[in-house]
């Protein structure tokens, strides 16, 4: 039996290479790249204060993180951080910046705080650990029920959601009028049916959903102005939606977003689904308590239910209860090399 090549080969790099550690997982196939190791402290006293930090002093790490070679154009990453309002600051990282909610993310961060420990709280009566997270959004309450040491049942209890304009229409190049709802989950959405465009929500169709997501990105956002009750670094339009049947006949529909500059979310999206959830109820088709199933793009799932109702600013607004799954992919220790010129980042798509 020959000896596997590198069994005991070690590499130190030189001392002046930054190195970052991250641990990778994926939650119904969407990334999430978790900065572990190689930050220096973020100074601030909120989740806010420590983004525009990280933006504004340490985005060329977000850059060689998400991008290529170590990324790709749909790669997603999470800085997580002790926080003084909550268990957990934690923001979000993207190919084109920085994201307000991640519903995905909060799902991987839940199981991954509580498999590793970083969260030690009790569990409740029921035998759900709870941990809150700060995200620039607000707060997100999420639980999980630990068997054998490991994290099932994971939900979270999102920011409030609400319908922020509904029954527009705007002309859209190429696609011509097309009739929109915004709605918000911790990030604005514009919500469209797919199939009156042509569109099936199917991955062989990607490259035209990339394509009819940012025309209408770009055309909502040249028309309407979208401003946050409170928080003006939240008023932006941050991805589009496009809904329709589901594929298997008891899951409630399927839908697709097309985020940042033309992420592709392979999961059902968290925040997608609580706006959804807001739109769905202001309709009548929502109770509350009632629970619908949500495909993915790659069929993976995620449950989202009206858990409350209140009022927020001027909107009438729902608290989303949104489930699913994640899974670990992988651990790496990345170098940034200050010689190599493909190695501070680049995009191809």
Same mark, same amino acid.
Request: aromatic share 6%; glycine share 4%.
């Given at each position: 039996m020959s000896t596997p090549l590198f069994s005991d080969w070690h590499h130190e790099p030189p001392a002046h290479w930054q190195q970052l550690q991250t641990l990778d997982m994926h939650t119904g196939g969407e990334p999430l790249r978790v900065i572990t190791a190689g930050l220096p402290e973020l100074p601030g006293a909120g989740v806010l204060d420590k983004r525009r930090y990280f933006s504004h002093e340490l985005d060329h790490l977000r850059r060689a993180l998400m991008w290529e070679p170590r990324g790709h154009a749909d790669m997603y990453g999470a800085v997580l951080? $002790?926080?003084?309002?909550?268990? #957990?600051? *934690?923001? #979000? =990282?993207?190919n084109e910046g920085y994201s307000t909610m991640c519903g995905?993310?909060?799902?991987?961060?839940?199981? =991954?705080?509580l498999e590793t420990g970083l969260h030690r709280g009790a569990p409740d009566a029921q035998g759900l650990h709870h941990i809150s997270f700060? *995200?620039?959004?607000g707060r997100v309450e999420a639980s999980a $029920?630990? *068997?054998?040491?490991?994290?099932?049942?994971i939900r979270f209890v999102n920011v409030p959601s609400f319908v922020y304009l509904a029954g527009q229409r705007v002309e859209v190049e190429g696609l011509g009028v097309v009739r929109f709802d915004i709605a918000y989950g911790g990030a604005f959405y514009a919500l469209v049916e797919a199939a009156p465009l042509g569109l099936q929500l199917l991955p062989e169709q990607q490259s035209r959903l990339i394509d009819a997501g940012r025309r209408i990105k770009q055309a909502v956002m040249a028309a309407l102005p979208i401003q946050h009750p409170f928080e003006p670094e939240l008023g932006f339009l941050y991805g589009?939606? #496009?809904?329709?049947?589901?594929?298997?006949?008891?899951?409630?529909? $399927?839908? *697709?977003?097309i985020f940042a500059d033309g992420e592709v979310d392979r999961s059902p999206t968290g925040s997608g689904v609580s706006a959804r959830a807001a739109l769905h109820h202001a309709r009548g088709?929502?109770?509350?308590?009632?629970t619908l199933c949500i495909e993915s793009i790659l069929g993976s799932l995620m449950t989202v239910r009206v858990a409350a109702t209140e009022t927020f600013g001027p909107h009438a607004a729902v608290r989303p209860e949104v489930g699913g799954s994640a899974h670990y992919t992988g651990r790496h220790r990345f170098y940034l090399d200050p010689d190599d010129p493909q190695g501070a980042g680049f995009l191809l798509r």
């Open positions: 951080t $002790r926080s003084q309002s909550a268990d #957990f600051d *934690v923001f #979000f =990282l993207h995905h993310a909060i799902i991987a961060l839940t199981k =991954l705080v700060q *995200v620039p959004a $029920r630990l *068997v054998d040491g490991l994290a099932q049942q589009t939606i #496009f809904t329709g049947p589901a594929q298997h006949p008891a899951h409630h529909s $399927r839908n *697709v977003c088709e929502l109770a509350l308590g009632e």
